[in-house]
């Protein structure tokens, strides 16, 4: 077998980081920092100890590497993006966040580093890109326009968005089992604490 030109070499360097980026935050979100290893991390990432340590020196080093990619990808905004009306365009962002289970690892994240001590100095500065007042600035053009032609409850707008804002977070973050008799809502039932006349009736 001829050796691997270089920029095969890079290629496969890059995804296997990116596999262990994409480990790490499953690891992270659902055990938190201090309940994480990265020997759980190789393994999640199919990967050896030696080789995660190629790429991140340590645990923090990584958790830190997350932190700061889940604060430029980890906004509402991109809610605009999707098509149909206000309350289409919250519907199937919530729908996406409650039905993915890989959707819910920044959120995760986000919620363990907010609760853990110790977390590192960079991090801390990184997490205050994640206040609940960032969140509804950035969705209350939306919930004005929907309010504006009936998609959403008319009222303070802030209020209706930090409501929802709750309720979805208490979901996400939920633990507890589920089974028959204890299903977690689904996202036509979230919706109807901002349902407008519009939608009322469905």
């Known amino acids: 077998m001829s050796p691997l ?34 020997s759980m991390i190789a393994e999640e990432a199919e990967l050896s100890a030696g080789q995660l340590y ?12 997350l932190i700061r990619q889940v604060a ?14 206000p309350f289409d365009k919250l519907r ?27 977390v590192p100095d960079e991090a801390k500065q990184l997490l205050q890109h994640f206040s609940v007042k960032r969140y509804i600035e950035q969705l209350l053009p939306l919930f004005e326009e929907g309010q504006q032609i009936g998609d959403f409850a008319q009222g303070n707008a802030r209020k209706l968005i930090s409501a929802f804002l709750t309720m979805l977070s208490a ?3 939920l633990n507890m089992p589920i089974d028959d008799d204890h299903q977690l ?10 349902a407008g006349p519009r939608f009322q009736d469905r």
């Open 185 to 194: 809502p689904d996202a036509d039932m979230l919706m109807r604490i901002v």
């Open 171 to 173: 979901l996400i973050t």
């Open 54 to 65: 190629r790429f991140f020196e340590s645990k923090e080093e990584l958790f830190i590497t």
């Open 92 to 118: 199937s962002f919530t729908a996406s966040i409650l039905k993915e289970e890989s959707a819910q690892y920044p959120f995760k994240l986000i919620q363990h580093a907010n609760n853990a001590e110790d």
């Open 5 to 38: 030109s270089e920029e095969q070499l890079i290629k496969r360097r890059e995804t296997q980081r990116q596999r262990i980026v994409e480990a790490a935050l499953k690891v992270f979100a659902v055990r938190g920092l201090h309940g994480a290893k990265m």
């Open 72 to 85: 430029k990808e980890t906004t509402m905004e991109r809610i605009n993006d999707l098509p149909g009306s």
